[in-house]
Every structure is written in C-alpha cells, then in structure tokens.
C-alpha cells in the first residue's frame, strides 16, 4: 500500500524535486538525494525527519485548500504535504474534465490575486504544458504542469508555501 500511494503522487513529488532540488529523478519518488538529504539532516540534527502526511483520492489534512483550490468537474488522485518549519512542501494531483487553457487560467488568477506572479516554466517535463509562480522573493515556489490525454486531463502543482497560506 506504501508503494502505492507514493507512486500516485510521483509526479507531483518529482516535479517538486525539480524545482526545488535543481533536477527530477524521473522515479517514483522524491529524489534519492532529496530523500537521503532528509535523512541526513535529521541525523546530523538529531531531529526527527519532517512528518509528511500523504493521502490517495483526497485533499489530505494540512493542504493549503484556500490557496489552491480545484477547478471544476476536477477531482484529486493525490495530495502531500510537509512542514519545514514557517513552510510547507505541498503537491496535488488531479485529474479533470476542464480543458488546459482553463486550468491554467484558473490557477494563474487564483495565485496573481494570492500575490504570486508568474515566472519561467522551463523546468516542466517534456509533454506538459504549464507555469511557474513565485512570491516573497523567491521563498514561495509553485509549479502547475497539465498533461492533455484528449479525453480528459491530468495536472499537478507543487512547491513551497508559507505554512499560514
């Protein structure tokens, strides 16, 4: 079962690797170096690692909802997130029947009115279409990325927020 729900939200957390890891692994994971600087923070700390609560086919307790809110006809296949001290690390897939120029509309309103703006989306994987935002500098990343499949569509967004978003 473990196995399971971190392949489901492999793609959010890879992307999320990406960007704030400098590269994606391309598994079904974090990074083995994002993972392993977890690991090994919290050992040279003697701190426990960051508790990441991770749920299958819902929005899981903690997720900045306000913030990021589905569009319509959407439903979530995925959501993580973790607290790092005043921020959190958070990812959402999801699957919807609303077409890409919407989602992205969607979102690019939602967070321009969050006081985000939108940056360079380089870093998103071949085959998706998408954007970067950013607020307070730099300190506050997120990154949208939708795959069209024709008959519907499948998107992820994840970064870092502050924990009060």
């Known amino acids: 079962m473990q196995r399971r729900t971190r392949a489901a939200i492999g793609v ?6 990406g960007v704030v890891g400098g590269c994606a692994s391309g598994t079904d994971g974090p990074a083995p170096s994002t ?5 090994v923070g ?9 508790a990441t609560e991770a749920a299958a086919g819902r929005v899981v307790a903690g997720f ?10 959407s439903a979530v296949t995925a959501s993580a997130v973790v607290r790092h001290g005043d921020l959190l690390e958070v990812s959402m897939a ?3 029947a609303t077409p890409v120029t919407a989602v992205l ?18 870093m998103l994987p071949s085959g998706a279409t998408g954007l970067a935002f950013s607020r307070r500098g ?12 024709r008959w519907n569509r499948s998107f992820s967004i994840g970064g870092t927020v502050a924990g009060d978003a």
Request: aromatic share 4%.
């Open 12 to 17: 959010p957390a890879v992307l999320l690797a």
């Open 64 to 73: 900045p909802s306000r913030l990021l809110a589905l569009p319509p006809d």
């Open 35 to 39: 993972a392993r600087a977890q690991l």
């Open 105 to 122: 509309e969607f979102y690019t309103r939602a967070l321009t009115r969050a006081g985000f703006s939108v940056t360079d989306g380089s």
């Open 94 to 96: 999801v699957t919807t």
């Open 138 to 149: 730099g300190r506050e990343i997120l990154v949208l990325a939708v795959v069209d499949h």
């Open 42 to 50: 919290a050992a040279a700390t003697g701190s426990p690692a960051p």
